[in-house]
Nanobody, 125 residues
């Protein structure tokens, strides 16, 4: 079993930055990919970014809405994934969820085995 704990959310003004962290514990050897999703009030959950390393060197992928502003990275020694968020916009306001799985993170969110409980990011205009 794997547990994921997110941290780093908070209130920030538009144009500001935040760094989210997702720390994995438990059977971390079973994790080969991690990612971030978000859910804004009244909206469906959406994919934000992912990183996979099970079969090749770290590969990353971002949704178009955050390309050039967000960056996903990891500390392999700690099995922790980070989401650096720059140039934040009010539209980025959401609860951000960390996800983890054996080899891949589907952009749809389907089939993902492990989820965190989320951390709230609020961007004021």
């Amino acid at each position: 079993q794997v547990q994921l704990v997110e941290s780093g959310g908070g209130l920030v003004q538009a144009g500001g930055s935040l760094r989210l962290s997702c720390a994995a514990s438990g059977r971390t050897s079973s994790i080969g990919a991690m990612g971030w999703f978000r859910q804004a009030p009244g909206k469906e959950r959406e994919f934000v970014a992912r990183m996979s390393w099970r079969w090749r060197n770290d590969t990353t992928f971002y949704t178009d809405a955050v390309k050039g502003r967000f960056s996903i990275s990891r500390d392999s020694a700690k099995t922790t994934v980070y989401l650096q968020m720059n140039s934040l916009k009010p539209d980025d306001t959401a609860v951000y969820y960390c996800a983890a799985d054996f080899a891949q993170i589907a952009s749809t969110g389907s089939g993902i085995n492990y989820w965190g409980k989320g951390t709230l990011v609020t961007v004021s205009s």
